[in-house]
């Protein structure tokens, strides 16, 4: 049995482990022995981790680094957010994740198609998901609906904050846009003379939560993290005049403890909005047209020309707009062919497709023919 301070020191190190994430579902599969702490920080071999206090420099050991496991939950490669068992200094395991935001690596799509065959984790163990928005040149509506498909397809929530609000005429009329097509997601305005806006976002910064943010770059990311920190722990940089775009002042991933409690990740800025994986993250985004959807003619209508379409005369009633169709239909075709390559080879898809667009062909040629 445990004497006193043997208890006290356990039932400390429990409440560090808390402040970092530490839950419940995390101790069912560990035992007395093992020795947990969290990934902070991951800069290509070298990996931090913390139990709550002091950050601790490991290395992986053998089995990790090759991913030899015989389960799938032991062949994972820790990655920021991990929670991971310690050997001395050495990682030995990575902990089945709660969940964890991914997209498609850049640089990894296939020859065929505009669809990402490599993933990339960005973070795991989340609770919010925050999508950073300059209301500058970075505004856009449809690259918004990217970032919420992508964080609905991971089974994540998202929250999306509209920066740089002192930079934009009109900001309010901004925040009723994005609801327009966000829907129930929260929505915050933050601006530099106000500070209001920062501090609503502290209730997604309680002790043991942790979020990430996600953004292109220059869309104030990093000054954000600053500012709810209280001071400068992030380098930011000035956004480009003649390209409204920012550079790259966030290179790495860092798991930041905040002075409101939780945990905070800074994102580097991300180009292009892959999607890797698909479940159910276009229905979310776009609530709107699925629910049109339910009334069209034919419950496999293509909303593209087929009759009874009770999409296209949303749009043409001006209930709903051209371009979110075309939002749709375009996230659309990618996630149906994400989903097809989870079960079929890229060749074979494509295969498929032009045998498709062939026999549409000879179809069109046999009716001419006909005339």
């Not at 089995?63 to 062949?75: F, I, L, P």
């Not at 990402?116 to 040149?137: H, P, S, W, Y």
């Not at 970032?147 to 930079?167: E, G, Q, R």
């Not at 062919?337 to 062939?358: G, L």
């Amino acid at each position: 049995m445990m004497n006193i301070l043997e208890l006290a020191e356990s039932l400390s190190n429990q409440t560090k482990l808390k402040t970092m994430g530490w839950s419940d579902s995390f101790q069912e599969i560990v035992s007395d022995t093992d020795i947990p702490a969290r990934v902070v920080s991951v800069n290509k071999d070298i990996f931090l981790v913390s139990q709550g206090s002091e950050d601790i420099q490991v290395t992986l050991s053998g089995k990790v680094r090759h991913r030899t496991g015989e389960a799938d939950s032991e062949k994972l490669f820790p990655v920021i957010g991990d929670w991971v068992l310690l050997r001395d200094v050495v990682i030995d395991k990575v902990l089945p994740r709660r969940n964890a935001l991914s997209r498609g690596a850049a640089g990894g799509r296939g020859k065929s198609h505009d669809v990402a065959m490599k993933e990339q984790i960005m973070a795991a163990n989340l609770d919010t998901v925050f999508i950073v928005c300059g209301l500058d040149r970075d505004y856009n509506v449809r690259r918004i609906e990217r970032y919420l498909t992508l964080v609905y397809n991971c089974n994540l929530s998202p929250v999306i904050v509209l920066t740089k609000a002192d930079l934009h005429e009109d900001p309010l009329s901004c925040v009723d846009e994005v609801e327009s097509v966000a829907f129930g997601v929260p929505v915050h305005l933050v601006s530099v003379d106000d500070e209001s806006g920062v501090l609503e976002l502290e209730q997604y910064l309680s002790s043991g939560k942790t979020a990430t943010m996600v953004g292109s770059s220059g869309a104030g990311k990093s000054t954000l993290l600053n500012r709810l920190y209280g001071k400068s722990v992030q380098q930011t940089g000035a956004v480009s005049q003649s390209v409204g775009k920012g550079r790259h002042t966030t290179t790495g991933r860092d798991l930041i403890a905040m002075p409101q409690g939780g945990l905070l990740i800074d994102n580097p800025g991300i180009r292009e909005i892959a999607f890797y994986s698909e479940d159910g993250g276009v229905e979310s985004s776009f609530a709107d047209i699925e629910d049109y959807a339910l009334y069209c003619r034919f419950s496999d209508c293509d909303h593209l020309n087929d009759p009874g379409c009770n999409v296209l005369q949303a749009v043409a009633s001006g209930e709903l707009s051209a371009e979110r169709l075309e939002s749709y239909r375009k996230m659309k075709r990618e996630l149906d062919y994400v989903s097809q390559r989870q079960h079929k080879t890229a060749d074979r898809i494509e295969k498929e497709r032009w045998r498709d667009v062939a026999m549409k062909i000879k179809a069109v040629n046999k009716n001419w023919k006909r005339r």
